[in-house]
């Protein structure tokens, strides 16, 4: 069973800084993209970045600049560090991974998500 665990969330002040990880088990197969998503309850779940098996990323525009997502294929692991937090960051972060399946197609999973609060 594939599971994903998300640590490293909490409370922060303005302009500080958190790194989330994403731990993954039971994984038997070759992850594709690895991402992190958030969600402010009422709304719907937001991409905050995502980065591609090679490295490669993209980020929200509301995040480029601070926000740095990475990954360790061989711990299949991912990150994410951000640096100067608003109260606008506030969220629940999801991680997220997918696999390709033979039709092509993407089959996602996610984890539980980690509460991120940015306040004075």
């Known amino acids: 069973q594939v599971q994903l665990v998300e640590s490293g969330g909490g409370l922060v002040q303005p302009g500080g800084s958190l790194r989330l990880s994403c731990a993954t088990s039971?994984?038997?197969?070759?992850?594709?993209?690895m991402a992190w998503y958030r969600q402010v309850p009422g709304n719907k779940r937001d991409l905050v970045a995502i980065i591609s098996r090679d490295g490669s990323a993209n980020y929200a525009a509301s995040v480029k600049g601070r926000f740095t997502i990475s990954r360790d294929n061989a711990k299949n692991t991912v990150y994410l560090q951000m640096n100067d937090l608003g109260p606008e960051d506030t969220a629940v972060y999801l991680c997220?991974?997918?696999?390709?399946?033979?039709?092509?197609?993407?089959?996602?999973?996610w984890g539980q998500g980690t509460q991120v609060t940015v306040s004075s």
């Open positions: 997220y991974l997918d696999k390709i399946l033979t039709n092509g197609a993407r089959f996602p999973y």
């Open positions: 039971g994984i038997t197969f070759a992850i594709n993209a």
